[in-house]
């Protein structure tokens, strides 16, 4: 049975950092793309970064960018969300996804197949 588990979350302080960890189990996922959304109340589940398979490329959302670190460990099926400089509207669920995109809908969380349980990350100002 495949698992995604999340954790690392919690309530913090803006312009502190927090790291985010999602452990895959139930196969390997070296050839998927293994990724984070976020969803905060009353808003639609949206992409924050994403690392593919082979050379791993890398992308985020605007808001990620220059913030946010996402990276992979493939010999322990684990990847990570490095989260710097937290502002309050990061305030939101964090959801791990693995899945295989075409590249170009790598940003839609219904291009993923497997989605973890979330984590709370709560920024206070």
């Known amino acids: 049975q495949v698992q995604l588990v999340e954790s690392g979350g919690g309530l913090v302080q803006a312009g502190d950092s927090l790291r985010l960890s999602c452990a895959a189990s139930?196969?390997?996922?070296?050839?998927?793309?293994m990724g984070w959304f976020r969803q905060a109340p009353g808003k639609e589940r949206e992409f924050v970064a994403v690392a593919m398979w082979g050379v791993g490329s890398t992308y985020y959302a605007d808001s990620a960018k220059g913030r946010f670190t996402i990276s992979r460990d493939s010999a322990k099926n684990t990847v990570y969300l490095q989260m710097n400089s937290l502002k309050p509207e990061d305030t939101a669920v964090y959801y791990c996804a693995a899945g295989r995109p075409a590249y170009g809908s790598q940003t839609q969380h219904l291009a993923y197949n497997y989605w973890g349980q979330g984590t709370q990350v709560t920024v206070s100002s």
């Open positions: 139930g196969r390997t996922f070296s050839d998927y793309a």
